[in-house]
């Protein structure tokens, strides 16, 4: 079993500045590549940002120069710094994970999702 545990979402002024985390957790044997969606209220949910296990990224245009992606492999954690936030960021946070677990079965995860509000 794989557990993906998502953190840091809040409430942020605009122009301001939040971190998430997601950690995983559980039979992990490897993680290939880790991400972030984001579901905004009557919206399809939508890829943020990816990163391989390698270190290579991808972000969807829309937070390009504001969000970073990054990974501590070490610890199985992946982050999202938010800089420079707009009320057009305001959606429900997922993380998602390409993980082979200890039962060398590859299986796609996510987590339970961590609110950002940006708002006055």
């Known amino acids: 079993q794989v557990q993906l545990v998502e953190s840091g979402g809040g409430l942020v002024q605009p122009g301001g500045s939040l971190r998430l985390s997601c950690a995983a957790s559980?039979?992990?044997?490897?993680?290939?590549?880790m991400g972030w969606y984001r579901q905004a209220p009557g919206k399809q949910r939508e890829l943020v940002a990816q990163?391989?296990?390698?270190?290579?990224?991808n972000y969807a245009d829309s937070v390009k120069g504001r969000f970073t992606i990054s990974r501590d492999s070490a610890k199985n954690t992946v982050y999202l710094q938010m800089n420079n936030v707009s009320p057009e960021d305001t959606a429900v946070y997922y993380c998602?994970?390409?993980?082979?677990?200890?039962?060398?079965?590859?299986?796609?995860?996510w987590g339970q999702g961590t609110q950002v509000t940006v708002s006055s």
């Open positions: 998602n994970a390409d993980v082979l677990a200890t039962t060398l079965r590859w299986g796609n995860y």
């Open positions: 559980g039979s992990i044997f490897r993680i290939n590549t």
């Open positions: 990163i391989t296990s390698g270190g290579i990224t």
